[in-house]
């Protein structure tokens, strides 16, 4: 069975695939910043693409067969998003050496907000003032979760951690633009396939001798990039995008638990509140353009 051939969505199926997929993205990016202190990011970044392509090859071919494998739509927005895909994760791995982890993963979540404000001009969809009172309130959690600490400088990690979420919106309105005219699944395939193509030319230089601890968890990175990515994609196949989009944030959670379980850190009380702001003002927002979609699908009368 193809993908295409996908039953009714559902607004609750999908939900499950949504909840491991986020988490175990959340996983690969506590591995990530474990090798972060012992290896380049680019070789990091080159090793998880490559490997996912490796990985999503048998994938894709069979549920959307060789020849739409094999071409991509819109060849030149796909470079553009790849090369945005593999500077943000780059920005993410030197963010993580610096920042406490789940405050790195928490300040990924400016990019709903960077959307939304961005939409009236890139995707000509219309403002809407509570839509814009949520994206304030996503701000203040952010500038709570990224404030100066007590000697009044900013943790050297987070622009890097911003600039990352800045181009996840640059990716997502790329998304939105391409529309229904290419699979999510073969847009992060060729997404995959443009960052690895990117990097192999520069594999010499990159490259720095690995033990094989180090190996098994490049390998570990690259395998669950490829989990996380199928399980998000197929849940927002089988679920409306509206439906699952508050749940997102459970990426956040997950980034909490993995800090004070991998790392034995866990963010202070303001960053608490921050990231329960952003959460707060991001299920609004959600609930607002769900509404709004929800509203296009009545029938005309």
């Known amino acids: 069975m193809t993908q295409d051939s996908t039953p009714a969505a559902s607004p609750k199926s999908g939900l499950p695939l949504l909840i491991v997929g986020l988490s175990t993205a959340a996983m690969s990016g506590a591995v990530m910043k474990g090798l972060a202190e012992e290896l380049p990011a680019a070789l990091i970044v080159w090793v998880r693409f490559t490997g996912f392509v ?24 796909q470079v553009v998003r790849g090369a945005m895909m593999a500077v943000g994760v780059m920005c993410f791995i030197v963010a993580t050496r610096t920042l406490d982890f789940a405050e790195a993963i928490t300040l990924l979540y400016i990019y709903p907000f960077i959307i939304t404000l961005l939409a009236p001009f890139f995707l000509k969809e219309p403002p809407r003032l509570l839509t814009f009172l949520g994206v304030a309130g996503g701000f203040v959690g952010v500038l709570l979760v ?95 995008a509206a439906e699952l989009a508050p749940f997102t944030y459970v990426e956040i959670v997950a980034g909490v638990a993995i800090g004070f379980a991998v790392f034995g850190t866990l963010p202070d009380a303001l960053s608490f509140v921050g990231m329960g702001i952003i959460v707060a003002s991001g299920v609004m927002v959600a609930r607002i353009q769900r509404g709004r979609i929800t509203a296009r699908r009545q029938p005309k009368i």
């Open 146 to 240: 990224a404030r100066p600490s007590g000697d009044g400088l900013m943790a050297a990690g987070t622009p890097f951690a911003l600039a990352c979420g800045v181009l996840i919106a640059g990716q997502m309105l790329l998304n939105r633009r391409l529309g229904g005219t290419v699979d999510p699944l073969l847009t992060s395939f060729w997404g995959a396939c443009v960052v690895a193509a990117m990097l192999t030319p520069f594999a010499p230089w990159i490259w720095e001798a690995i033990d094989a601890g180090q190996a098994a968890r490049l390998a570990l990175i690259a395998a669950m990039a490829a989990v996380s990515q199928t399980f998000v994609t197929i849940a927002f196949a089988r679920s409306p």
């Open 54 to 77: 490796l990985l999503m090859v048998p994938v894709v071919w069979w549920r959307k067969g060789r020849a739409r494998m094999l071409s991509p739509v819109m060849p030149l927005m």
